[in-house]
């Protein structure tokens, strides 16, 4: 089965504690990206990927890295999480030319 | 930055009745799409259209795009409680290979 898993799917954490979130697909998909969304803004793109190796910052990337090592994995990481990265996460992929974008479940994160 | 921009933000209907929903955008699209979102779960696509399409039709769901006005809507016909979810619009364009989104209409269709 297509698809895009992501995990936890919910984490509680302490402001400053090193996370990180993994998201694999399993559909052979260059292009994967990050976002976040908060009640009345909507869905924000955090750093997009489009190959391995390749990735670029999106509308709110403070505060977050990526890495793009294997092209099934995109994994978020927060080096040091503050509450205002409280948040829903989703993590998506789509392949190359005109197609959907492949969402994970999403990953409700905490931070205290 | 935040393309699309759907319309209304909310929105309550009966069971049976239409649901429209509209998505206006600020730049030269390659293609828009429509994706729902059931409460905090992940998106899921419904239909695309491109930029030299004017109307596209998936089951009870049309879609028109007039890219004169920079504008789409999503027409939901004989809606069911099932359809209640947020519905979001997505935009293509340029070098952009991921959607960027709007912020979603929230629909609620009652029994």
């Known amino acids: 089965e297509a698809q895009v898993t992501q995990n936890p799917r919910y984490l509680i954490t302490v402001t400053g504690k090193k996370l990180t979130v993994t998201c694999s697909q399993n559909m052979n998909h260059e292009y994967m990206s990050w976002y976040r969304q908060d009640p009345g803004l909507g869905l924000r793109q955090i750093y997009y990927s489009m190959n391995v190796e390749v990735t670029d910052k999106g509308d709110v990337p403070e505060g977050y890295k990526v890495s793009r090592k294997e092209k099934r994995n995109f994994p978020l990481i927060l080096e040091s999480p503050s509450p205002n990265q409280t948040s829903l996460y989703f993590c998506?992929?789509?392949?190359?030319?005109?197609?959907?974008?492949?969402f994970g479940q999403g990953t409700r994160l905490t931070v205290v | 930055s935040q393309q699309g921009e759907e319309d209304p933000q909310a929105l309550s209907i009966q069971e049976g009745e239409n649901a429209t929903m509209n998505c206006s955008y600020k730049t030269s699209i390659n293609n828009l799409q429509w994706y729902r979102q059931n409460s905090g779960r992940g998106l899921v696509h419904l239909i695309l259209?491109?930029?030299?399409?004017r109307e596209k039709h998936s089951g009870r769901l049309r879609v028109t795009l007039d890219t004169s006005k920079k504008s789409s809507s999503l027409l939901i016909t004989a809606s069911r409680a099932a359809d209640t979810a947020s519905y979001f619009c997505a935009t293509h364009s340029g070098g952009s290979y991921i959607p960027t989104f709007g912020r979603g209409t929230s629909l609620i269709v009652h029994p």
């Open positions: 998506a992929s789509r392949a190359t030319g005109v197609g959907e974008a492949f």
């Open positions: 259209i491109r930029s030299n399409e």
